[in-house]
Protein backbone atom coordinates (compact mmCIF):
# COMPACT_ATOMS: atom_id res chain seq x y z
CA UNK A 1 0.00 0.00 0.00
CA UNK A 2 1.51 2.98 -1.27
CA UNK A 3 2.23 5.87 1.50
CA UNK A 4 -1.45 8.01 0.12
CA UNK A 5 -3.26 5.02 0.47
CA UNK A 6 -2.19 5.01 3.83
CA UNK A 7 -3.19 8.61 4.44
CA UNK A 8 -6.11 8.48 3.18
CA UNK A 9 -6.79 5.32 4.89
CA UNK A 10 -5.70 6.84 8.17
CA UNK A 11 -7.77 10.21 7.87
CA UNK A 12 -10.37 8.46 7.62
CA UNK A 13 -9.87 6.14 10.75
CA UNK A 14 -9.14 8.98 12.56
CA UNK A 15 -12.35 10.74 11.90
CA UNK A 16 -14.24 7.01 12.06
CA UNK A 17 -15.81 7.40 8.98
CA UNK A 18 -15.66 4.22 8.17
CA UNK A 19 -19.42 3.83 9.51
CA UNK A 20 -20.59 6.30 6.23
CA UNK A 21 -18.20 4.49 4.14
CA UNK A 22 -19.74 2.21 1.76
CA UNK A 23 -18.89 1.06 -1.78
CA UNK A 24 -22.15 2.28 -3.27
CA UNK A 25 -21.48 5.81 -2.14
CA UNK A 26 -17.76 5.63 -3.53
CA UNK A 27 -18.50 4.75 -6.78
CA UNK A 28 -21.24 6.82 -7.25
CA UNK A 29 -17.80 9.74 -6.00
CA UNK A 30 -16.02 8.20 -8.95
CA UNK A 31 -18.82 8.94 -11.05
CA UNK A 32 -19.07 12.53 -9.89
CA UNK A 33 -16.09 13.58 -10.21
CA UNK A 34 -15.37 11.67 -13.79
CA UNK A 35 -18.50 13.50 -14.77
CA UNK A 36 -16.53 17.01 -13.69
CA UNK A 37 -14.11 16.17 -15.64
CA UNK A 38 -16.51 15.70 -18.71
CA UNK A 39 -18.33 18.70 -17.70
CA UNK A 40 -14.67 20.67 -18.75
CA UNK A 41 -14.59 19.35 -22.49
CA UNK A 42 -18.50 18.55 -23.40
CA UNK A 43 -19.35 19.03 -26.52
CA UNK A 44 -15.93 19.51 -28.03
CA UNK A 45 -14.85 17.45 -30.78
CA UNK A 46 -11.75 18.54 -31.47
CA UNK A 47 -9.06 16.05 -29.90
CA UNK A 48 -6.74 19.00 -29.96
CA UNK A 49 -9.03 21.34 -28.46
CA UNK A 50 -9.45 19.44 -25.88
CA UNK A 51 -5.80 18.90 -24.82
CA UNK A 52 -5.91 22.72 -24.61
CA UNK A 53 -8.54 23.00 -22.35
CA UNK A 54 -7.36 20.47 -20.11
CA UNK A 55 -3.85 22.18 -19.94
CA UNK A 56 -5.82 25.57 -19.55
CA UNK A 57 -8.01 24.15 -16.86
CA UNK A 58 -4.89 22.43 -15.36
CA UNK A 59 -5.77 23.43 -11.66
CA UNK A 60 -9.57 21.74 -12.36
CA UNK A 61 -7.81 18.88 -13.93
CA UNK A 62 -5.37 18.68 -10.91
CA UNK A 63 -8.59 19.06 -8.50
CA UNK A 64 -10.95 16.36 -10.32
CA UNK A 65 -7.51 13.78 -10.51
CA UNK A 66 -6.66 14.04 -7.01
CA UNK A 67 -11.05 13.53 -5.74
CA UNK A 68 -10.55 10.48 -8.07
CA UNK A 69 -7.32 9.34 -6.71
CA UNK A 70 -9.10 9.72 -3.03
CA UNK A 71 -12.47 7.60 -3.82
CA UNK A 72 -10.45 4.95 -5.61
CA UNK A 73 -8.16 4.82 -2.06
CA UNK A 74 -11.19 4.61 -0.25
CA UNK A 75 -12.90 2.04 -2.35
CA UNK A 76 -9.58 -0.22 -2.94
CA UNK A 77 -9.08 0.17 1.10
CA UNK A 78 -12.84 -1.12 1.76
CA UNK A 79 -11.85 -4.51 -0.85
CA UNK A 80 -8.90 -4.93 0.94
CA UNK A 81 -6.74 -3.82 -2.63
CA UNK A 82 -3.46 -2.23 -2.19
CA UNK A 83 -3.27 0.38 -5.82
CA UNK A 84 0.07 -0.42 -6.38
CA UNK A 85 0.10 -3.96 -6.69
CA UNK A 86 -3.15 -3.99 -8.77
CA UNK A 87 -1.51 -1.20 -11.30
CA UNK A 88 1.35 -3.23 -11.61
CA UNK A 89 -0.41 -6.09 -12.52
CA UNK A 90 -2.62 -4.23 -15.12
CA UNK A 91 0.44 -2.92 -16.16
CA UNK A 92 2.19 -6.69 -16.74
CA UNK A 93 -1.52 -7.62 -18.31
CA UNK A 94 -1.55 -4.82 -20.64
CA UNK A 95 1.96 -5.64 -21.74
CA UNK A 96 1.11 -9.16 -23.07
CA UNK A 97 -2.28 -7.80 -24.55
CA UNK A 98 -0.78 -4.58 -26.44
CA UNK A 99 2.56 -5.73 -27.75
CA UNK A 100 4.43 -2.99 -29.41
CA UNK A 101 5.11 -4.79 -32.65
CA UNK A 102 0.93 -5.10 -32.75
CA UNK A 103 0.05 -1.84 -31.44
CA UNK A 104 2.42 0.93 -31.85
CA UNK A 105 0.86 3.88 -33.85
CA UNK A 106 -2.42 1.91 -33.88
CA UNK A 107 -5.41 2.15 -31.55
CA UNK A 108 -7.04 -0.64 -29.65
CA UNK A 109 -10.24 -0.95 -30.85
CA UNK A 110 -11.19 -4.55 -32.41
CA UNK A 111 -14.51 -3.67 -34.00
CA UNK A 112 -12.19 -0.77 -36.36
CA UNK A 113 -9.29 -3.43 -36.95
CA UNK A 114 -7.37 -2.43 -33.63
CA UNK A 115 -5.32 -5.43 -31.80
CA UNK A 116 -6.19 -6.34 -28.42
CA UNK A 117 -3.92 -9.66 -27.50
CA UNK A 118 -7.22 -10.40 -25.30
CA UNK A 119 -9.14 -11.47 -28.07
CA UNK A 120 -6.35 -13.68 -29.65
CA UNK A 121 -8.26 -17.32 -30.37
CA UNK A 122 -6.06 -19.48 -28.08
Known sequence: MNQYQKQIKEFC?????S???DPKDILLG???EVGEFRNLVKWEKDPEAIKKILIE????AKDTVGDIYWF?????NVCGVDIDEAIKMTIEDNKKRFPVEKTKN???NIN???YDG???SK
Open 72 to 76: LSLLA
Open 13 to 17: EERNW
Open 112 to 114: LGG
Open 19 to 21: QFI
Open 57 to 60: KKAE
Open 118 to 120: KYD
Open 30 to 32: IVE
Open 106 to 108: HHT
